[in-house]
Every structure is written in structure tokens, then in C-alpha cells.
């Protein structure tokens, strides 16, 4: 069984619906992280989670929001989807060995979403 | 300019050939380098992490040069496997001594028969 799985792999929706994309993990880190990718560019960070009473913006969190409703459990909801958060979704966990994010990151096999 | 550059490619190499790729970094204070790949939009999966005196694991070598702020990973003996996306990523260092990770866009690498 994957150590990060997240629900759904693939979804469709129209603009202005609420979405939630859910990840669980089985590694048992308390670092939980939830990031997009977009064609021709790196991954970028939304959001981050060192533990199940800390959550923190990353890069793009706006139109997004979180909840870490264990330390196996982080979901990310898009209040309202519009076009542009089209895009794969990975949501990653780590260990936290190190200080920040220098502890390997371990991905879940990603959720492929499109706002029509 | 972009925190972390690689060239997309894709490289183009014969089976059994070297290849090497760079990434530039632009802030001095970034702290610590990893490559990941990623086949073909599935999960990245580290590689291997970069270390200072540079390290090798098997068939791949990772080199780090602070003074130029460019991290390099070369494959020697490239399999058909190696036929992925190879992303440079690199911790910055923050204020908040929390940081930041900065994923690279990728370098695509193809391995032909």
C-alpha cells in the first residue's frame, strides 16, 4: 500500500464550486505540505503543516484554504474553483529530523484537477 | 530572473552515454540541494541530496559550487530507466528559520536504444 495517498486522482469541475482534495499518510511525519504544478513551471508550495496545531502559507495560498484534522490527515479545499487552479496537486509529508524543509519529501501520486 | 533555472531540454542521449545537467541558483543564502525526478506527471521522488564535498550514488554524481551558485548532476551509462524529468530543488534559508523550498522547472532527459 502507497505510504501518501490522496483522493480523488482525477476530477472535474465548473467554476465557482467548492472542492476539497484530501491526502493520508502512513509514515507517521508530522510534516504534511500541499503543492501545484503547472506546465513549464517548478512546483510551488500553497500550504504547510509542521504539526497537527500548525498551518502556514506558502507561496500561492490565495483562493485556498486547510485543515489538518490529524497527523495523518491534510486536505485542501478550493472555496470557490476558477480556470486558473487547473493543475496537478501533490500533497508531500517529511520527516522532521532537520530544521525547515530539509528533510526528504515523500509525495503522494498526485490529483490531476480542471475548472472548466 | 528565477530563484532556481534548468534548462527544460529534453537531452537527447544514445543508450550507455554520459550526460549532465546544471541548475543555477540566484540567492546566496539557499542552504541545502536535492535532485528529485519525476517520471512522466507522477510523484517526484528524491534522488539523491547534494552535499558540499559533492557525493555519488552509483551511476549518478552530484556536484555543488557555491562560489558559482550552480548544483550538477551527471549520469554515467544512462539506462532507457533514466528517461524522466530531473528537478533541481533548493532550501532557502529564512528569517523565520522555517525556509523555503524552491523546486526548478525540470530537465527532461531522453534515453534512446
Known amino acids: 500500500d502507497a505510504d501518501v495517498t490522496q483522493t480523488p486522482r482525477n476530477r472535474i469541475t465548473k467554476t465557482g464550486k467548492r472542492i476539497m482534495l484530501e491526502c493520508s499518510q502512513t509514515?507517521?511525519?508530522?510534516?504534511m505540505y500541499w503543492y501545484r504544478q503547472d506546465p513549464g513551471l517548478g512546483l510551488r508550495l500553497i500550504y504547510y503543516?509542521?504539526?497537527?496545531?500548525?498551518?502556514n502559507k506558502g507561496e500561492i495560498s490565495d483562493g485556498y484554504s486547510v485543515s489538518r484534522q490529524a497527523q495523518a490527515k491534510f486536505s485542501l479545499s478550493l472555496e470557490s474553483a476558477i480556470p486558473n487552479q487547473t493543475a496537478l496537486y501533490f500533497c508531500?509529508?517529511?520527516?522532521?529530523?532537520?530544521?525547515?524543509?530539509?528533510?526528504?519529501?515523500?509525495f503522494g501520486p498526485g490529483t490531476r484537477l480542471t475548472v472548466l | 530572473r528565477k530563484e532556481v533555472e534548468q534548462d527544460p531540454g529534453p537531452f537527447n542521449v544514445p543508450e550507455g552515454a554520459t550526460v549532465a545537467f546544471n541548475c543555477t541558483y540566484s540567492?546566496?543564502?539557499?542552504?541545502?540541494f536535492f535532485w528529485y525526478r519525476q517520471d512522466c506527471r507522477k510523484e517526484p521522488k528524491l534522488l539523491m541530496s547534494?552535499?558540499?564535498s559533492g557525493n555519488e550514488d552509483g551511476r549518478f554524481t552530484a556536484q555543488l559550487n557555491r562560489a558559482s551558485q550552480y548544483i550538477s548532476l551527471l549520469i554515467r551509462d544512462s539506462k532507457l530507466s533514466d528517461s524522466v524529468t530531473y528537478l533541481c530543488?533548493?532550501?532557502?534559508?529564512?528569517?523565520?528559520?522555517?525556509?523555503?523550498?524552491?523546486f526548478g522547472q525540470g530537465t527532461t532527459l531522453q534515453v534512446k536504444p
Open positions: 509514515k507517521g511525519h508530522d510534516r
Open positions: 503543516s509542521f504539526d497537527v496545531k500548525d498551518i
Open positions: 540567492n546566496s543564502a539557499s542552504q541545502s
Open positions: 547534494v552535499y558540499s
Open positions: 508531500a509529508t517529511s520527516d522532521s529530523l532537520g530544521q525547515g524543509f530539509t528533510d526528504t519529501q515523500y
Open positions: 530543488v533548493v532550501n532557502l534559508r529564512g528569517s523565520s528559520n522555517t525556509g523555503k523550498l524552491i
